[in-house]
């Protein structure tokens, strides 16, 4: 850290403005001191020259798994080690925050824990909002049915299976206890096996009231997922939650209120062709009104035409990845939903970039700390060797020649 001078790059500052062509971004300590059009530089910083490359702010990710598996498998996912999963979710988190994802929001069991060890500047890392270990219902997902249920009690690297109302009211005091910054819960299921349809809300609606109002008691955001089921995503918004992930399927009534309710949408699809690779989505008479070879590109490209709606209706997008393990690499699997955004979902790529950067920071109400470059916010930045404007693939963390968090570069490759 210092006072460093990044001049002549041209600046895309995260809020929608348009580009600064020839800019200059001070960094000072852990702070922005200015960043806007090219002018005098001060004394004491250090110059760098970034002509011809991006500046912008670092890619913040509000949906992904430090669950230190190695593997797709679901069985998997519960039989390795927690000792590996716990070593394994370090390497994922500084995998994160060196391909870019200078801030997370992370469900698991490990989350809190690197959370707090990055605070206090034990390891590298990316800001983490964690939720520690989210809820579903026995049988669904986030539990793996093929092993004792004891073992995905005590092993399930991000679902803790609870049912009933007043269940879940007394689960949600007990993870309070371990300090989270959100609560996470799967009101359909993912599509692994035959009660985990996707299809099917496997919360009752008295459930997710009850989470609901329990979290709002005490003010903390509720996130969830859902899949396909247009009744899940309608309870979800409708009682609160701030966050829908995935909602692969939503109707006009659900989409119009959470345009009105503000609640953040993040679809995931970047992470579908490799999801759909293994968990390919159930076939229903309407999925054949989408192009494709099979089930799987036809539930993309539905997926792909869902997301445009919600973002003509107004929707709040933010970018998640979904990233649970090396299948999914951390900070690619992220930019391939961008890629998708704006090569499949006719969203320009700055309105993509501003749901990478400053809706996420919005989302976890942050937004006056990071996710753009503005005087006084925390350094989180990119330098990228290309125009993402131009060609949204230049934005990838093979090109990302500076990754700084809060002043701090990041450096590759170390670990």
């Not at 004394?43 to 949906?63: C, N, Q």
């Not at 490990?110 to 964690?130: Q, S, T």
């Not at 503005?374 to 990119?382: I, P, S, V």
């Not at 090109?399 to 002043?407: D, H, P, R």
Request: with cysteine.
């Amino acid at each position: 850290m210092g006072k460093i001078a990044f001049k002549g790059g041209k600046l895309v500052d995260g809020t929608g403005a348009s580009p600064v062509e020839d800019s200059l971004v001070l960094v000072d300590d852990k702070k922005i001191a200015y960043a806007g059009p090219a002018t005098e530089i001060p004394e004491g910083y250090e110059v760098r020259d970034i002509s011809g490359r991006t500046i912008m702010p670092g890619i913040v990710d509000t949906h992904i798994h430090f669950s230190g598996n190695l593997t797709d498998n679901d069985n998997d996912w519960v039989i390795e080690t927690v000792a590996q999963k716990q070593a394994c979710a370090v390497k994922q988190a500084y995998d994160a925050v060196t391909h870019g994802l200078t801030t997370v929001c992370e469900i698991g069991r490990n989350g809190i824990a690197i959370r707090d060890l990055v605070n206090m500047g034990v390891m590298k890392g990316p800001r983490i909002f964690a939720t520690g270990l989210g809820f579903c219902r026995t049988a669904g997902h986030g539990d793996c049915h093929r092993l004792p249920f004891e073992m995905s009690k005590t092993g399930h690297p991000w679902g803790d299976q609870v049912d009933g109302p007043w269940e879940l009211r007394h689960a949600i005091r007990m993870r309070l206890r371990e300090n989270p910054d959100a609560i996470k819960i799967w009101v359909t299921g993912g599509g692994i096996w035959r009660w985990d349809s996707g299809r099917a809300q496997l919360m009752s609606t008295e459930e997710i009231k009850a989470v609901c109002d329990e979290c709002a008691m005490v003010g903390i955001p509720v996130w969830s997922h859902s899949y396909n089921s247009i009744s899940g995503a309608y309870d979800s918004v409708r009682f609160g939650c701030e966050q829908l992930i995935h909602g692969f399927e939503l109707d006009d009534k659900t989409m119009d209120l959470m345009a009105e309710k503000g609640t953040f949408f993040t679809p995931t699809v970047g992470f579908l062709p490799s999801w759909y690779a293994t968990y390919p989505p159930e076939w229903t008479p309407e999925l054949d009104k989408w192009p494709g070879k099979d089930n799987a590109e036809k539930g993309i490209a539905r997926s792909y035409d869902n997301l445009n709606r919600a973002y003509k209706l107004g929707v709040t997008l933010t970018v998640g990845s979904d990233s649970f393990s090396f299948s999914t690499p951390y900070g690619y699997t992220t930019l391939d939903e961008v890629y998708a955004w704006v090569e499949h979902c006719d969203i320009p790529a700055m309105d993509a970039i501003v749901a990478a950067t400053l809706n996420g920071a919005k989302m976890v109400h942050h937004e006056n700390e990071f996710g753009s470059l503005e005087k006084g916010k925390f350094a989180d930045l990119l330098v990228i060797d290309g125009d993402p404007l131009a060609n949204i693939r230049d934005l990838t963390p093979d090109k990302m020649e500076v990754i700084m968090k809060e002043g701090d570069q990041m450096i590759k490759g170390a670990l």
